[in-house]
């Protein structure tokens, strides 16, 4: 019921930067927290970080100082802020929301379609 659609994503050079947005419609955005994943192909995806109702964040150590997310209430948005990207980080990065307070791959409600980010070297 909750639709989420990405964007930002593209080609950047290592140590380049990005920025996510992730646009949410049909909920009470405010009342969700949120999360970006992404996922490289053979592999898991992952939690890359995530933002609670009361703006608390979160983030994998991989990324840590790196990346920064945010959200706006008002604009029913949220970021990702990607900075000294390297070839690791090449993936496809989901946009997910959730109401039950856990944050990882099975826990969230919903989901994005997803973007791609490639960072070469």
């Known amino acids: 019921q909750v639709q989420l659609v990405e964007s930002g994503g593209g080609s950047v050079q290592a140590g380049g930067s990005l920025r996510l947005s992730c646009a949410a419609s049909?909920?009470?955005?405010?009342?969700?927290?949120m999360g970006w994943f992404r996922q490289a192909p053979g592999k898991q995806r992952e939690l890359v970080a995530g933002?609670?109702?009361?703006?608390?964040?979160m983030y994998a150590d991989s990324v840590k100082g790196r990346f920064t997310i945010s959200r706006d209430n008002g604009k029913n948005m949220v970021y990702l802020q990607m900075n000294s990207l390297n070839p690791e980080d090449t993936a496809i990065y989901y946009c997910?929301?959730?109401?039950?307070?856990?944050?990882?791959?099975?826990?969230?409600?919903?989901w994005g379609k997803g973007t791609l980010v490639t960072v070469s070297s």
């Open positions: 997910a929301a959730t109401t039950r307070g856990v944050y990882n791959d099975y826990s969230m409600n919903y």
């Open positions: 049909g909920g009470t955005f405010s009342s969700y927290g």
């Open positions: 933002i609670t109702v009361g703006r608390t964040t």
